[in-house]
């Protein structure tokens, strides 16, 4: 059975109070430990299914789902698997002086990602060494899109935490519900004003799914021994993507790779994750308390992707 929804609760209790004062009665004062609150945030869990063999599953339905709070099933209240949604997407390009022999590649990926968008989705793209330079903020795709690469650069500090603090602020004013943020780099930050535990904590309160492609050196390419090698710092990029519930990619220079078909590989995904839905149980929550989540499918062979939890105090109405 659905949860009302609390604005009939609202109703309810509304018309039996004054209806107590109308028959002289003074409406009673519960006392604390009987006080009714209502959580009314709805926690939104987005879920990538994935078979042993790496395979999308794409059949599943609701009752195939049990999504955990701090280990107490919950019941579903909506559940979702358009493979229509609308995306706002966020592409972040680092391009700080380690990048300077993989930038060519990075931007081929990110013009190959903001064209394979739909009409109906929305893409900002933003490049950062030492500063953040937005090259466009929310646009849909078209034939502007390859214009806004000419002409960057490598150079600089690598502020990757400073980025993504500002790339969230920026997905405030994302038009739809599914919001990713793509992070194009070699994994490495120096000298960011924000640290890890910082970006670990505005990713908790987001519901942002970050996404990572590293372009690492290859040490099978003679060119690439000749210079000094920058590698995936392959361990960061997982921490920024898991805790979201995206995913992190590597890809090394010169490898010829159909980025067209891997930028597909993407957005392919985005279009087939579930989405679980649920509200929260009755009573006094501290906002700034995590609650983890966990979600099961009936079949035990499957591995799910998602969100390891959310703050109360995050949530949108």
């Known amino acids: 059975m659905k949860r009302p929804p609390v604005k009939a609760i609202c109703a309810v209790l509304c018309l039996f109070v004054p209806a107590m004062a109308a028959n002289g009665q003074d409406a009673p004062e519960p006392a604390d430990e009987f006080r009714l609150q209502v959580a009314v945030e709805l926690v939104n869990v987005t879920a990538t299914v994935l078979d042993p063999g790496g395979e999308y599953v ?3 339905t609701e009752e195939d789902f049990t999504v955990y709070e701090d280990g ?3 019941e579903i209240a909506f559940f ?6 609308p995306v706002s997407l966020g592409i972040l390009v680092d391009v700080s002086g380690s990048m300077r022999h993989k930038l060519q590649q990075s931007l081929q990926v990110a013009r190959e990602v903001a064209m394979a968008l739909s009409p109906q989705d929305e893409v900002f793209i933003s490049t950062y060494a030492d500063d953040s330079n ?4 929310f646009t849909s795709t078209g ?3 390859p214009e806004l690469f000419r002409g960057v650069r490598t150079g600089g500090d690598t502020h990757q935490f400073d980025a993504l603090g500002l790339a969230l602020r920026m997905m405030e004013n994302a038009q739809h519900q599914k919001k990713v943020l ?12 924000l640290n890890i535990e910082d ?9 942002v799914l970050v996404y990572a492609i590293g372009i690492d050196d290859d040490d099978t390419d003679p060119e690439v021994r000749r210079r000094t090698r920058y590698h995936v710092y392959h361990y960061m990029l997982a921490r920024l993507t898991d ?9 090394y220079t010169g490898r010829r790779y159909a980025l067209q078909s891997l930028a597909e590989i993407m957005l392919e995904e985005l279009h087939q994750q579930y989405t679980l839905s649920y509200y929260p149980g009755s009573g006094t929550i501290d906002p700034d308390l995590w609650r983890d989540i966990r979600v099961e499918v009936t079949n035990p062979i499957a591995t799910v992707r998602h969100r390891t939890g959310y703050y109360p105090g995050s949530l949108q109405d």
Do not use: M, W, Y
């Not at 793509?182 to 960011?192: A, H, I, K, V």
């Open 58 to 60: 794409r059949d599943l």
């Open 182 to 193: 793509l992070l194009l780099s070699d994994g490495f930050d120096t000298n960011s004003r």
């Open 80 to 85: 979702s698997h358009d493979q229509s949604v």
């Open 199 to 207: 970006v670990d904590e505005l990713l908790k309160r987001s519901e």
């Open 243 to 251: 805790v979201t519930g995206g995913r992190a990619f590597r890809i």
């Open 134 to 137: 937005v090259l466009t903020d």
């Open 72 to 74: 107490v099933p919950q």
């Open 143 to 145: 034939p502007h899109i």
